[in-house]
């Protein structure tokens, strides 16, 4: 959802509020916690949580009244968030919107299928997702290139063809509000001083730093940076004077086996790849466990109000 204040966005990520139908301790949880995330395979999923869940009642479908847990914030036009709060709510969204058709909403392809009024709603969210990407690039995260595949199968499940995926404008859009929402969440959480579950992603081993540096050197890319002490911005920089194309998917690839794992853990050591000082796991509960525990954190303490030390972390 979104609303203009002056010149100024209020922007609504809404999030199916799955840890009110799964709740610890129960068969779900077990299960869900046993599975630990859906799996992916060929043209099919293997859900984490049951099809009445996932695809049902946790499914933000439209035009029917879901639960959810709402990360709300204010953000000025040059892509600064200003305020923000994270809140339970009801949404009734208005249509489902498909990659494909967003894609073709802001390629100026479509016929307005949903009305002039979602079309504009898109631009709008484009708008913030385009500010948001620059103010995250000009801080020094990284936008490594690597290829995504899809396998098309015939009736029977059998593949009979790959093609690569191409991430365009309306995905894009989905993952700079995506992060913008797990960055506000963690450091709402963390501003709080309580036992929470960050996403990490660590400084990369020097070693491992060495061997891209002499591989870049090699292609004719000085490394200016120390492989103790490399930072994102530079390793940023580093690739933006790569032109050639074939060269820049190599690097792309070679930086990304020597970056560090990311990883969960309970301490915050920032995350590299994304040039982010806090960041979680918020935004995928119905397909991730780690999601759904931190939901149970933002009950926990926000709306329960109960900030004391607990042992939800050690007990899950």
């Known amino acids: 959802s979104l609303t203009m204040a002056n010149e100024n966005y209020v922007l609504g990520v809404h999030i199916a509020d799955v840890a009110h139908y799964v709740k610890k301790g129960s068969a779900l949880n077990k299960e869900a916690l046993n599975r630990g995330t859906s799996i992916y395979v060929t043209d099919r ?3 984490m949580l049951p099809f009445e869940l996932s695809n049902g009642i946790c499914s933000l479908n439209p035009h029917v009244d879901r639960l959810t847990t709402s990360c709300i914030f204010k953000m000025d036009p040059y892509g600064n968030i200003l305020s923000s709060r994270i809140t339970k709510g009801v949404i009734k969204s208005k249509a489902r919107l498909t990659y494909t058709y967003v894609n073709e909403v802001l390629q100026k392809k479509n016929k307005l299928r949903f009305g002039e009024e979602v079309d504009k709603l898109i631009y709008l969210l484009n708008e913030v997702s385009t500010k948001l990407r620059k103010k995250r690039k000009a801080r ?17 499940g059998e593949p009979i063809g790959v093609e690569k995926r191409v991430q365009q404008d309306g995905e894009k859009l989905i993952e700079d509000l995506m992060i913008a929402a ?7 959480i963390e501003s709080m001083g309580l036992s929470f579950i960050y996403r990490i992603h660590e400084k990369p081993k020097s070693k491992k730093m060495e061997n891209f540096m002499k591989m870049s050197e090699h292609l004719g890319y000085r490394c200016n940076f120390s492989s103790l002490k490399v930072s994102p911005k530079e390793l940023q920089k580093l690739m933006e004077n790569v032109e050639d194309e074939s060269q820049k998917k190599i690097m792309s690839m070679m930086m990304l086996r020597s970056l560090a794992k990311a990883r969960y853990f309970s301490q915050n050591l920032g995350h590299f790849g994304l040039a982010s000082s806090s960041y979680t ?6 397909r991730r466990y780690p999601d759904l525990l931190v939901h149970r954190l933002i009950d926990l303490y926000l709306v329960e109000g109960k900030v004391e030390d607990n042992k939800i972390l050690k007990e899950e």
């Open 45 to 47: 999923v293997v859900p």
């Open 281 to 286: 796991h918020f935004t995928s509960p119905i």
């Open 182 to 188: 797990n960055e506000i969440v963690s450091e709402t």
């Open 140 to 156: 020094g995260a990284l936008d490594l290139e690597s290829t995504e595949i899809k396998f098309i199968c015939d009736s029977n």
